[in-house]
């Protein structure tokens, strides 16, 4: 029964920069892949960014290639996504979800287990 929970979101201009953590609690193995996904209102849930076991690692929306960098923390059991240059098109709810599998996916339903999500704004 693993948890996953996220935090770092909040208000930011134009050009600011956020780390965003995601921690993990409960059984877990290297037979996985933690992706973090956003949702902005009235949108798709959009993957952002995955990193396998292997610690390979996968930038999705070109837009946020250049920008984000997903990485594990020096212990190991957390992510987090390092944003820079934010952008107004870069607000919207960010989960970090996990899914048993080898290779990264940005396919929301491959993945099992969900935070709560973590509310990113983007504004002057």
């Known amino acids: 029964q693993l948890q996953l929970a996220e935090s770092g979101g909040g208000l930011v201009q134009p050009g600011g920069s956020l780390r965003l953590s995601c921690t993990a609690s409960?059984?877990?193995?290297?037979?996985?892949?933690i992706a973090w996904f956003r949702q902005a209102p009235g949108k798709e849930r959009e993957a952002v960014s995955c990193?396998?076991?292997?610690?390979?690692?996968?930038n999705y929306p070109d837009s946020v290639k250049g920008r984000f960098t997903i990485t594990r923390d020096i212990a190991g059991n957390g992510v987090w996504l390092i944003m820079n240059n934010l952008k107004p098109e870069d607000t919207a709810v960010y989960f970090c979800?996990?899914?048993?599998?080898?290779?990264?996916?940005?396919?929301?339903?491959?993945?099992?287990?969900w935070g709560q999500g973590t509310q990113v704004t983007v504004s002057s």
């Open positions: 990193i396998t076991g292997s610690d390979e690692v996968i």
């Open positions: 979800g996990r899914a048993p599998r080898w290779q990264c996916s940005p396919r929301s339903t491959d993945f099992t287990s």
């Open positions: 409960g059984f877990t193995s290297r037979y996985s892949v």
